[in-house]
């Protein structure tokens, strides 16, 4: 290690580690811990009176708060142009999700509005959506493209999502959902449309180096299994990796086909068969779970969480920040919601926001705290997790750090 590396112990307050090498307890709780950081990485975890002898160190005093991996939102749209209220008006005056789409409306409509807007004003716009999420101690985001839906809009999308990334104190992450919905200009010829999605704006999203992955909606308002096997191949040409919205509405089979091509995630999977998740399980896909979107279109359909956790499948938790079926901003009201309406334990929920939307996302450098990990932390003016997930409208999140920099956050 660098000796001019700046090196930080944190100590005075209970660290839940989530990481059974550093503790067994619930939540790898560490009531009295130590966290010693150099540079950008850990370099050292346990209990205080076994803090490693320093010197030429900054020493941080937790003061009875909660030290917590920095959390990660695995699936967002938080790019886009205009908003759905009306929508939501709409649906709860009796229209459906799909009734909407197949009228014109849904994705279709946020698409025109991301069109029509200039760069800068979808960056403005997309800044202020990811700084409420950075405020409660998000670290790492994901941001997938999709209501472009042409290779000018899509790169836009994508160029605004790594913008973000480089002008906020994040890491971000971007998928290409090219294949998020029809466009409309491309109706009556869906070949036509996968035809561009492969031949054009693919290439163009991977020659620029805009996208860490590629995702689609399989759905019946969206995307077959076989068109998505063609995206999925077009991916796999790139060397991209893949993940899914599947089993949101529906059970098509796409959880399966995806996770036997070895997607990092499937996501949604309301209605998720015991077929797919056998598969999950086989090929370690992580479940992201978005009960955003479960609550606004009402449904009642849950994921089967049980037989996912039975089986072993890492489920992740995430808020699908989008202006239709989920306009959820806050990681927290999510984590709540998985608990509330999914009946996940506060620790999966906490887990689902670190170590599981770590895997989500294909990295193992982060979503725990233990030696050798990246120094993504949140502090907490809480003095146990649960009490993370237990109010709602609350941001008890007082500091971050991303790879060992304090990143401050209004409390
Ligand atoms: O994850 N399910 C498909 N895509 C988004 C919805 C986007 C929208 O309605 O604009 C989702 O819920
Ligand atoms: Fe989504």
């Given at each position: 290690m660098d000796k001019q590396a700046p090196r930080r112990l944190f100590t005075g307050g209970p660290i839940a580690t989530l990481d059974a090498s550093s503790s067994p307890e619930p939540y790898g709780l560490l009531s009295r811990g130590a966290v010693l950081v150099e540079a950008e990485r850990i370099a050292w975890v346990g209990p205080v009176e076994e803090a490693p002898a320093t010197t030429d160190v900054e020493h941080i005093d937790l003061a009875g708060r909660l030290m917590t991996p920095g959390l990660i939102d695995c699936h967002t749209h938080m790019v886009f142009g205009g908003d759905r209220a009306r929508e939501f008006e709409m649906r709860l005056e009796g229209a459906s999700y799909e009734a909407i789409a197949q009228s014109g409306g849904g994705i279709v409509s946020t698409v025109h509005a991301t069109r029509v807007a200039d760069e800068e004003e979808l960056f403005e716009a997309s800044a202020q959506r990811l700084d409420r999420l950075l405020e409660e101690g998000v670290t790492t985001v994901e941001i997938k493209s999709g209501?472009?839906?042409?290779t000018a809009t899509e790169t836009k999308m994508l160029r605004v999502a790594r913008r973000l990334g480089a002008q906020r104190e994040v890491d971000v992450v971007t998928s290409f959902l090219g294949a998020h919905a029809l466009p409309p200009e491309y109706r009556g010829d869906r070949e036509a449309y996968l035809r561009l999605l492969v031949d054009e704006m693919m290439p163009a999203v991977a020659e620029a180096d805009l996208a860490d992955a590629v995702d689609g909606f399989c759905e019946g308002i969206a995307f077959s299994v076989p068109e998505m096997e063609r995206v999925f191949d077009a991916a796999a040409d790139h060397g991209l990796p893949i993940k899914l919205h599947a089993e949101?509405?529906?059970?098509?089979?796409g959880a399966a086909m995806a996770a036997r091509r070895g997607a990092l995630s499937c996501d949604h999977l309301e209605y998720l068969s015991s077929d797919g998740v056998s598969a999950m399980a086989s090929a370690g896909t992580v479940a992201v779970l978005l009960p955003g979107a479960f609550y606004y279109l009402r449904e009642r359909h849950k994921p089967p969480v049980a037989d996912l956790q039975a089986a072993g499948v890492p489920i992740a938790v995430a808020?699908?920040?989008?202006?239709?079926s989920s306009p959820v901003g806050s990681l927290l009201v999510a984590m709540n919601m998985a608990c509330v309406l999914f009946g996940l334990t506060p620790e999966q929920a906490l887990r689902g926001v670190t170590e599981h939307a770590a895997r989500a996302l294909g990295f193992t450098d982060r979503g725990r705290i233990a030696a050798g990990l990246r120094a993504d932390l949140a502090i907490w003016n809480v003095s146990r997790p649960g009490e993370l997930v237990y109010p709602l409208g609350v941001n008890p999140c007082v500091a971050a750090y991303l790879g060992g920099s304090l990143r401050r956050v209004s409390a």
């Open positions: 209501y472009g839906l042409d949101q509405l529906s059970d098509l089979g808020t699908d920040l989008n202006p239709g």
